[in-house]
C-alpha cells in the first residue's frame, strides 16, 4: 500500500510534571529499540510497512528543566514539523506535554480529540489545594492537567475519553464543564469512534491498558483495555489523523520490555491508520 503521509517521530523525554514517580523521560529510546528490534518485522496488520526508511525520526529535544521553557521548546519542535506537511507521532515522557504539543497546532486545531486513558486528566491543578489553601497551590501544568488547559485554550472542538475509570467528584465536574464525553470501561461499545469528525489527534497513554498488558507505567490502574482492544479501537478511525502522542511508559516499572513493545505496536498501528485514512 502506497505511504500517502509523511510520518515524523519526535521523542519528548520530559517528566518533571509526573506526580508520582520519574522515569517517563527514559521511554522514547526504549520505544525506538522495540520498534526496531529483530525480535519483529516492519509489518502492520492493515498492510503498512513501517520502516526507518519512511519514518523521518527528529530524534529526542534537548530540554531544559524549568518547566514553562520546556513547554515553549516542545510546542516550536512540534510547529515546525508541522511546518513540513508530516504528521507528528510523539513519544512521551509524561501526559503534561500533549497541552504544549497541541498548542502547536493552534492555528489550526484538530476537529477531535481521541484520548485513551485510565485517568481523565482534567485536573484544574494537581494536586488540588486542602482545606484553607487558596487556588494556585497545585500545578496547573501536572501530567494530571493537559486536557483542563487544552479545553480552556480552545485547542480542539470535541475530546472523546476513553478507558476512565477513576473519575473523582473534581474530574466529574471538570468533564461536564468542558463538554467532555467520557467513556468508562462498561462503555467501550458505545465509542462512536466511525462517527468522529476529523481531523483527528490520538493522545494514548498507556496506563489506559490493563497494567496485565502494559505493566510498565507509573500509575497502573487494574480493570483496563486490552492490547487487541487498543488495536480495534484504533482500526475503527475512518478520519484523517493530525497527530498523535503515546506517554506514560515508564522503563524503570517494565518487564522484559513488554510495554515498551506493546508501544511501539500501537505507534506502527497508528501510522498504519494515518496511511490508510489518508488514501
Known sequence: MPVAVRP????????????????????????????????????????????????DD?????????????RRAIEAAVREVLKTGAVPFVLGGDHSIT??????????PPATILHIDAHSDLYDEFPLPGPGQPRGAGDPFSHACPFAR???????????????????????????????EVYGMHRLADVPVESLQGPVYVSLDLDGLDPAFAPGVAHPEPGGLSTREVVALLHRLRAPIAGADIVEYNPRHDQRDLTARVAAKLLKELIAVATRNAG
Not at 35 to 41: F, H
Request: no cysteine; aromatic share 6%.
Open 58 to 70: 527528529r530524534g529526542d529535544l534537548a530540554l531544559p528543566d524549568d518547566g514553562q521553557a520546556a
Open 150 to 180: 487544552t479545553m480552556e485554550a480552545g485547542l480542539t472542538g470535541r475530546l472523546v475519553q476513553v478507558g476512565i475509570r477513576t473519575a473523582t467528584p473534581h474530574l466529574r465536574a471538570q468533564a461536564e464543564r468542558f463538554g467532555v
Open 99 to 108: 497541552y504544549p504539543v497541541l498548542r502547536a497546532y493552534r492555528d489550526v
Open 8 to 55: 515524523a517521530l519526535l521523542g519528548v523525554p520530559w517528566d518533571a510534571s509526573s506526580s508520582y514517580v520519574r522515569g517517563a523521560a527514559e521511554a522514547p529510546p526504549r520505544i525506538r529499540e522495540a520498534l526496531w528490534s529483530p525480535s519483529t518485522n516492519s509489518a502492520t496488520e492493515l498492510g503498512v510497512a513501517v520502516t526507518p526508511e519512511g519514518l
